[in-house]
Each structure stands twice: as C-alpha cells, then as structure tokens.
C-alpha cells in the first residue's frame, strides 16, 4: 500500500511564510506528476501548483509568484513553499501524486493552514 504523509502547516500571521512537504512511502516503482490541491470551507478543491517527473511547473494564475512547488525524487517527497501568504490562503492543503505501477492518484491526509489578518 502506498501512503502519503504531509507535514507542516500551521497558523501564520498575514504576509508570513510557510513550507508544507509531503512524502510517499510503500510499494512506489515511481512517480508522475506531484500536485498540491487546497479546499476552504465551503469551496470546491482546486489546484495550487503541480510538477511533472522532469520538473514542468505549473500554478493556478492567483497564485503565481507567491507560491513556489518543488520535488525530491530521491525522497518521494514534494515541497510547497508559501510566502506572502494572505487570509484567503486559509485552506486545508493536499498533496497528490500518480504513482507507479497503477499511476493511480493517491492522496494526502490534508494539513490546515491558516492565515490570519
């Protein structure tokens, strides 16, 4: 079984920074593509930034420049680091990866983050 473990978020003032990782563990032959989603309450989940396995990047457009997405092959981990963070970044955040040999998604456990003004 594979299993996604996320770890980092917290309570930030407004304009601060946060740094949110995610690691696979189990039976994992490899990874695709690495994405991290965030649902607030009330709202639909939506993107917020994914990578390929060759480092392709890609943020939802309110995003951009604000958010930064990375990966470590090595350590079936991706990375989410948040900077000027505002209060309607107050999600619960998700990791996603498709991962061999189903490339079926598998899910984080979600990980709050909360900015308050």
């Known amino acids: 079984q594979v299993q996604l473990v996320e770890s980092g978020g917290g309570l930030v003032q407004a304009g601060g920074s946060l740094s949110l990782s995610c690691t696979a563990s189990g039976i994992i032959f490899g990874i695709n593509t690495m994405g991290w989603y965030r649902q607030a309450p009330g709202k639909q989940r939506e993107l917020v930034a994914s990578?390929?396995?060759?480092?392709?990047?890609n943020y939802a457009d309110s995003l951009k420049g604000r958010f930064t997405i990375s990966r470590m092959n090595a350590k079936n981990t991706v990375y989410l680091q948040m900077n000027s963070l505002k209060p309607e970044d107050t999600a619960v955040y998700y990791c996603n990866m498709k991962i061999a040999p189903t490339w079926q998604d598998y899910w984080g456990q979600g990980t709050q983050v909360t900015v308050s003004s």
């Open positions: 990578i390929s396995n060759v480092g392709s990047t």
